[in-house]
């Protein structure tokens, strides 16, 4: 048995037409009143919010002050809520989140604003 270990095609190889991508004619259109450009996605927004989290999470585990115990309690409930939220919201994928689980997901994503330095609740005066 003999193994190659060249990464290029081998010598004579032709693709198969039916795996290869088709490359479009032309450019396609942005789609019109895409909020995509100006905003981010929910999941893309998720997914931000909760590495900051986790970022937060670990500069906290390293101050012994009961302020930080507490901070990191805090953020570990608001990621153990995401996590219950995805669980049980999220069934077959982003694109087909219900109306009352986006609202949920937004809230948190308020809500967890909160637990990043800097980020704290506005005063209303």
Do not use: C, Y
Not at 27 to 32: D, E, G, K, N
Not at 38 to 67: H, K, M, N, Q
Request: net charge positive; aromatic share 4%.
């Amino acid at each position: 048995m003999t193994i190659r270990t060249t990464k290029g095609p081998r010598p004579g190889a032709t693709s198969d037409p039916a795996i290869e991508a088709p490359i479009p004619s032309k450019i396609q259109p942005a789609l019109v009143g895409s909020r995509a450009s100006a905003e981010p996605d929910l999941e893309s927004r998720i997914r931000l919010r909760r590495a900051e989290l986790f970022v937060r999470l670990r500069e906290l585990r390293t101050d012994g002050r009961l302020e930080a115990a507490e901070a990191r309690d805090r953020l570990k409930a608001k990621l153990s809520e995401l996590s219950n939220l995805l669980r049980w919201g999220i069934s077959d994928g982003w694109a087909s989140l219900g109306d009352s689980v986006k609202r949920r997901l937004e809230h948190w994503l308020r809500e967890s604003r909160r637990q990043l330095p800097g980020q704290a609740r506005p005063s209303k005066s």
